[in-house]
């Protein structure tokens, strides 16, 4: 499991065997049960995790209304840098939708990575390069595309979590309700 | 204005004297009259902006023509392009100075070299960029989550500067307003 973790990081920077035992020492085994989460509403994020097994979304709860932006799964991360790094609690909210596996790795100890491992701050700043523009493009599309563009993306993005995921979830994302969102699947299988 | 920048680098990253010398070697300084375009929407290539003096904002057109402020960079403070400085695509934001500006800037190719040779300016990077994204996400979160009033008054307890030194056209373009709306917001406190 260690093993998936290392060979995601190894996608980013080159990592040496002490440095592997390091890392192995630095992430801890986390179990986390459908419904439970890893970060609730009004907690700050002290971690990051890496998801060997299972699915989890992002929501904010919005008066009442549960509105889900992203989801995460298998040989992704997880955490919410907009709590973790100024350490201010979160209004974003990240929830089991499966039985999970996450590696997971404290604050301090994410500091022991960047600056342990001999390429540890280009791995931080990589990701948080990633993150940037994805999130961006996610938001544009938020506000730009039509409910039925943004469903056809995230089931040529996910073809795997259509499978995974309650219509409920994904009529959040979607930013439709339930009831729409068969509307739409409808429509697309006729056409 | 080269000591401005020490200053604040230095209160990011360790530096050697010799890398500080190398690090600061590759900002130029620029002088921007008021109103003047440093970015376009469209442009590649894209700097980093240093402000030493005076005031730049980013901006973009929404799609009914409006401006939308997305950062105000006083004394102090960088200023980039974000998007297309990582990935080299066209830019889909404008920089504008707001007043008469002292910049030092840095160009995407110099910057990424000093990824290279100097270790600690990753760090510096990853602080930066992590930073503008928590500021871009919270911005966006208040105005999903705010109404007009509450968002003036955020501002006002976070970023007061930008009320007292900008003009009304400016604030309301930052808190997505009307100026009308901005005016009797301001009237009423």
């Given at each position: 499991m260690i093993a998936t973790l290392i060979q995601v990081i190894e996608q980013f920077i080159t990592v040496s065997p002490a440095e592997k035992k390091l890392i192995q020492n630095l992430f801890k085994e986390k179990k986390y049960k459908?419904?439970?989460?890893f970060l609730a509403e009004g907690e700050t994020c002290k971690h990051v995790g890496f998801i060997t097994k299972g699915i989890v979304r992002y929501y904010i709860n919005d008066e009442g209304e549960e509105k889900t932006y992203a989801f995460s799964k298998e040989n992704d991360f997880v955490s919410n840098y907009e709590s973790f790094v100024p350490q201010t609690p979160s209004l974003q909210i990240i929830q089991a939708l499966e039985d999970c596996v996450l590696l997971v790795i404290s604050r301090n100890d994410l500091q022991q990575f960047y600056t342990q491992l001999k390429e540890g701050e280009r791995f931080g700043r990589l990701v948080i390069e990633q993150v940037f523009i994805q999130t961006l493009k996610e938001r544009n599309s938020f506000y730009t595309d039509s409910p039925e563009f943004r469903y056809e993306k995230f089931i040529r993005q996910h073809p795997d979590l259509q499978q995974r995921l309650s219509q409920y979830y994904i009529a959040s994302y979607v930013g439709v309700k339930p009831q729409s969102l068969s509307r739409i699947r409808k429509r697309l299988s006729v056409s | 204005m080269q000591e401005k920048l020490i200053h604040y680098i230095k209160g990011i990253i360790t530096v050697t004297d010799d890398e500080l010398e190398k690090i600061l070697s590759y900002f130029e300084p620029q002088e921007v009259e008021k109103n003047e375009l440093l970015v376009i929407r469209g442009q590649t290539s894209q700097r980093t902006f240093f402000v030493g003096m005076g005031c730049l904002r980013i901006f973009f057109i929404t799609e009914d023509g409006q401006e939308a402020t997305r950062y105000i960079a006083f004394e102090n403070n960088f200023a980039t392009a974000l998007c297309s400085f990582i990935?080299?695509?066209?830019?889909?934001e404008f920089i504008q100075a707001l007043e008469p500006t002292k910049l030092l800037s840095i160009s995407h190719k110099d910057f990424y070299h000093l990824l290279e040779i100097i270790p600690s300016w990753e760090k510096f990077y990853r602080h930066y960029l992590e930073n503008a994204y928590v500021n871009n996400t919270n911005r966006l979160m208040s105005f999903l989550t705010l109404d007009a009033t509450e968002r003036y008054k955020q501002l006002l307890d976070t970023h007061p500067k930008i009320v007292q030194r900008l003009p009304n056209k400016m604030v309301a373009t930052y808190l997505n307003i009307s100026q009308e709306t901005l005016s009797r917001l301001k009237s009423k406190r």
């Open positions: 459908k419904g439970d989460f | 990935s080299n695509e066209p830019s889909l």
